[in-house]
């Protein structure tokens, strides 16, 4: 998880829209397509983001049932 593009993502799941593609992460992190959606796997390997597939899109979101203490590690970072 420590690895700035990854703080990144997660900062604008927590202030953006609910869901969003790996497009528009990509677009707005300033990261490649491949690079963001290797990420967000690995991301959601951790349960850090969940996945909706629909309309052949994926869509991704914060997992807001994360563990307290990951939830602390995460707003330390992002604060």
């Known amino acids: 998880m420590a690895n700035a593009n ?25 990261v490649t397509f491949r690079g963001t959606s290797q990420h967000l796997r690995l991301l959601h390997g951790l349960d850090i983001v969940n996945s909706n597939g629909r309309n052949g899109h994926v869509y991704y979101s914060l997992n807001r049932n994360l563990p307290a203490d990951l939830k602390k590690v995460i707003d330390i970072f992002l604060h």
């Open 6 to 30: 990854r703080l990144k993502i997660i900062k604008l799941l927590s202030d953006g829209a609910l869901e969003q593609t790996v497009g528009e992460i990509a677009r707005g992190i300033h």
